[in-house]
């Protein structure tokens, strides 16, 4: 019994003595004056101008006469503007302040009447240009504590610090024409500004790279499909037997009739309402190969019908079948006959990629899109813009050539021979080059079977 009285009392006297030493040490040290205080920043991203909001909340005991944000070497402070924000509670009072810019960049704010004993301080600084070098940088903030009495007291709230990046290289050159002068008098014309601002132009041409290659891709896997679709729907066309000419006259016209906008719409969105759920790249393919292919049909379609009747006739006088006559006589000079044509729509089905920017398929214009969203800027578009004409005046000049090199074919650049002349009046294409002059592989009088083609229609218009 005695020995647990002795240990109540041992006990009794430790709590006693730390609670002295507590109350000593309050009084022996100062108040602090700022508590539960962040820095924190807008911008991740190093060599841009940023806004830095610092909030704090002033002790019960001591009020703050001044606050300098003491930014270290290499912030531009000398644009810097403040808004400030007080609050008691959650209700807002008034705060006369004013502030300066001292020649060691710091910013200095001064509070007339002091802020508040335990109010609410909300401080945001305005367009500090940080260093172009990220990583994490401390920023020291002094401030004047006011104690009761009127007495003052200067303290730093330290161990605050903000963290951003290094720019990429295209944002690191973009934040260096901001200093040049030929770039400020080329923005000073509105519309470059809006339009062409060199600025934009470096950061957006990376960025929407990624978008034209994505583009690109689409077009390059969705038109070999369309071809076979396309000829496929062509013979559905021509068939002799009617149900089947009306499926692909019914592909064709509603396909035809209807915007490919309104497709997509039904793939990305009616389909998936009824539980058809598709990865976005397949879909996109599909819809546009879908689209395409009933172009292609009656491109095709229309060639084939072209050809003279009298190839099929010359070929079914040298024993070939229907089939044959298309794979050796009549598809080749249908290819050479629609070529042009097929170029064309490969051109419209590059540009009509752009639609699918409207379902989130990040291509080309969905990524200028979000550019422009951005950063308030057109200069995306033009840049998209010129991504698209990289692949659609080439493909313009060579239709142009394509054009010109049929109708030379057609009609004929120059005279033929007379002896072959006959042939290609008959056959309704160009005379043949003489059987030595042939390319190697492209087959010979012996060997290919449009070359004996030639040759037998010769021999039955010189016997009449």
């Known amino acids: 019994m005695r020995d647990r009285l002795a240990r109540s009392t041992r006990l009794n006297r430790v709590a006693v003595g730390a609670l002295l030493l507590v109350m000593l040490l309050s009084v022996a040290a100062p108040a602090i004056a700022m508590t539960t205080s962040r820095l924190t920043i807008?911008?991740?991203?190093?060599?841009?101008?940023?806004?830095?909001?610092y909030q704090a909340t002033a002790d019960e005991d001591a009020g703050v006469g001044r606050i300098d944000f003491l930014f270290p070497e290499g912030f531009d402070t000398d644009d810097v503007y403040i808004e400030l924000t007080l609050l008691d509670g959650l209700r807002r009072i008034k705060a006369d302040y004013e502030f300066e810019v001292l020649e060691t960049g710091a910013v200095s704010i001064t509070f007339d009447p002091i802020v508040p004993a335990k109010s609410n301080l909300f401080i945001e600084v305005y367009d500090v240009f940080t260093p172009m070098a990220?990583?994490?940088?401390?920023?020291?903030?002094?401030?004047?504590?006011?104690?009761?009495?009127g007495s003052t007291e200067t303290r730093q709230d330290e161990g605050l610090t903000v963290k951003y990046d290094t720019p990429p290289r295209e944002e690191a050159?973009?934040?260096?024409?901001?200093?040049?002068?030929?770039?400020?008098?080329?923005?000073?014309?509105?519309?470059?500004?809006?339009?062409?601002?060199?600025?934009?132009?470096?950061v957006a041409v990376p960025l929407l790279f990624k978008g034209w290659l994505k583009s690109l891709s689409l077009v390059a896997l969705a038109f070999p499909i369309s071809i076979v679709g396309g000829l496929l729907i062509a013979f559905m066309k021509m068939a002799k037997v009617p149900p089947v000419r009306w499926i692909a006259s019914i592909y064709i016209n509603v396909?035809?009739?209807?915007?490919?906008?309104?497709?997509?719409?039904?793939?990305?969105?009616?389909?998936?309402?009824?539980?058809l759920r598709i990865p976005d790249f397949p879909s996109a393919v599909a819809v546009l190969a879908f689209n395409s292919s009933a172009y292609l049909a009656e491109i095709f379609r229309a060639g084939i019908q072209s050809i003279s009747r009298g190839q099929f006739e010359a070929a079914s006088s040298l024993g070939m079948n229907y089939w044959q006559a298309m794979q050796y006589v009549i598809i080749p000079q249908t290819v050479k006959r629609v070529l042009p044509t097929m170029t064309s729509e490969f051109i419209l089905l590059f540009k009509d990629t752009a639609l699918l920017a409207a379902v989130g398929i990040f291509e080309l214009m969905m990524y200028s899109q979000n550019y422009v969203a951005r950063n308030a800027n057109l200069t995306a578009f033009m840049v998209a813009a010129g991504y698209y004409l990289i692949v659609t005046i080439p493909l313009i000049n060579l239709v142009g050539k394509l054009e010109t090199k049929l109708a030379q074919s057609e009609h004929g650049a120059a005279s033929p021979p007379k002896g072959r002349a006959k042939r290609g009046v008959l056959l309704g294409v160009g005379a043949p080059a003489p059987a030595d002059s042939v390319a190697p592989g492209l087959g010979s009088a012996a060997g290919d079977p449009q070359q004996k083609l030639f040759e037998h229609s010769a021999a039955k218009h010189e016997s009449r």
């Open 173 to 202: 050159l973009a934040r260096w024409l901001d200093n040049q002068g030929w770039v400020e008098a080329w923005t000073s014309v509105k519309f470059f500004d809006i339009f062409f601002k060199p600025q934009h132009f470096v």
């Open 134 to 149: 990220g990583g994490t940088y401390e920023i020291p903030i002094e401030y004047e504590a006011v104690l009761p009495g």
């Open 42 to 53: 807008d911008q991740k991203i190093g060599g841009a101008r940023t806004r830095f909001t």
């Open 255 to 275: 396909v035809r009739g209807t915007p490919l906008f309104l497709q997509i719409f039904v793939v990305f969105i009616g389909f998936r309402t009824v539980g």
